[in-house]
Nanobody, 116 residues
């Protein structure tokens, strides 16, 4: 079955960096667009970034453009989110996502807290 396991979250000071990872299994990873979402307390889940199956195309939410970078390693079935210049408003639980045949699959999420 599809499994997505996020890691790499934690507590970081404003201006700092974190790299999130999402290890995927149970499907042909290299065939699917992968996405990172986040959900802050009291807010709806929002799309942060996506990457095409080959890795040649990416797209970002306006709020993270120029600070976050999504990448993937199809040999390792892993998608990454490099987050730089972090701000307190980036505090959220971050989830990776894949959509297959109309169904959404989610990991358990990894908490990112940006605070001094």
């Amino acid at each position: 079955q599809v499994q997505l396991v996020e890691s790499g979250g934690g507590l970081v000071q404003p201006g700092g960096s974190l790299r999130l990872s999402c290890a995927a299994s149970g499907f042909t990873f290299s065939s699917y667009v992968m996405k990172w979402y986040r959900q802050a307390p009291g807010k709806e889940r929002e799309l942060v970034a996506l990457i095409t199956n080959s890795g040649t195309g990416t797209n970002y939410a306006d709020s993270v453009k120029g600070r976050f970078s999504i990448s993937r390693d199809n040999a390792k079935n892993t998608v990454y989110l490099q987050m730089n210049s972090l701000k307190p408003e980036d505090t959220a639980v971050y989830y990776c996502n894949v959509q297959r045949y109309g169904d959404d699959y989610w990991g358990q999420g990894t908490q990112v807290i940006v605070s001094s």
